[in-house]
């Protein structure tokens, strides 16, 4: 492989990489050929699975209507390309890291804000017909002017009718609690598989840990079955309202979850609120 800082895709050198997901990595990037914003970095995405123009099209139409929602606490989508067989996407940069690895220490009331406007983000997605199918605290960028969501995952784009779990190839037993088991079932993707997704990040986000710190085997099919047989239980030392929110939004039935991720922003937002005023 050529290295770092000499191989490019798309016309963006590839500087280093600075995360990967279950579906691609991304790497800090720099176009060889500055345009209006001069040399800055971008982050640079480049999905696993090949992709024909049909495929790359689908992926194009959804990050359209992604990028189309200026007002929303979503991740700066610049460009999209095929490169081969190739899908990359160019997206602004945001160097203060996420959620899952901030490049300073969060305070708690800080963090619970971040998931609220995640929510928002989600909310914004839902009603442009768009479903993220990939949050979690790895995918809530931290930004100086508040946190927001990167794009959603477009792998499924690729293989239309191929269920697909979230869990990708590179997917660890970790991965599966961010994935209603309604979607582990052969359920369809909706706005309730990602208010599921944010009620754990939630939980997360108030404790430290998941809703199921026990799913650590290494073998996805044994985690997934062990998931499926368990109920998600909010950890005990929360308040009742903690509790009462995250309870809500990973509900088992999903019909029983929040409508909308906006009702579920807003109930965050009120607890982000408690949190500051110590309440």
Known sequence: M???????????????????????????????SPGEDGDAP??????????????????????RRCASLVSAPLVTIHEVGLEGATVFYA????????LASPSRQLPRQERVAAVARAARA????????????????????????GAVLAEPTTAHTLAPGQPLTGLGTRGSARDLEFVDPALVRGGEPGRS???????????????????????????????????????????AQLGPAQRQVVTAAVDPDPGSRYLTAEALAADIERLAAEIGSGS
Do not use: C
Request: neutral net charge; without cysteine; charged residues 20%.
């Open 42 to 63: 971008v982050a640079l995405k480049l999905l696993d699975a090949p992709a024909t123009e049909q495929g790359f099209q689908r992926v194009v139409e959804e990050l």
């Open 91 to 98: 997206m602004r940069h945001h160097p203060l890291g996420s």
């Open 2 to 32: 050529t290295p770092l800082g000499t191989e490019a895709v798309g016309g963006y050198l590839l500087l280093r990489e600075i995360g990967h997901g279950v579906h691609g990595r991304v790497y800090l990037a720099r176009a060889e």
């Open 193 to 235: 598989t990602d208010i599921w997704a944010l009620g754990v990040t939630l939980h997360i986000a108030l404790t430290g840990f998941g809703l199921y710190p026990a799913l650590t085997s290494a073998d996805p099919m044994v985690a997934a079955r062990m998931y499926l047989r368990s109920r998600p239980e909010a950890d």
């Open 122 to 145: 989600a909310h914004a997605l839902h009603e442009a017909g768009v479903v993220h199918r990939g949050i979690k605290p790895s995918n809530i960028l931290m930004a100086a002017g």
